[in-house]
């Protein structure tokens, strides 16, 4: 089944362990799950209040609108 699942966050989670620090996809675009590959950098000037999907070229659709109630992070 496909889902639409919105991510908020626009870079990379860091995780330090000992003296290594690698950094987790926050973007959900990265080809190398669950590490970041940079992808994140092409969510930079998504246009706000637009819905932005990638396709598997990580091209990216807007939807303005087409998603009215899809549910927000908590502030």
């Known amino acids: ?5 919105m991510r908020t966050r626009s870079k990379p ?4 362990v000992g003296d290594e620090t690698k950094y987790i996809c926050g973007c959900g675009l990265s080809a190398t799950q ?11 000037d998504e246009p706000e209040g637009t819905l932005c999907w990638y396709d598997a070229d990580v091209g ?10 899809i549910r927000t992070p908590s502030e």
Do not use: I, Q, S, W
Request: hydrophobic fraction near 35%; include cysteine; proline fraction near 10%.
């Open 1 to 5: 089944m496909a889902r639409l699942v």
């Open 13 to 16: 989670y860091p995780v330090t």
């Open 34 to 44: 669950p590490f970041c590959d940079g992808t994140h950098k092409k969510t930079r």
């Open 60 to 69: 990216r659709n807007e939807l303005a609108d087409a998603f009215p109630n």
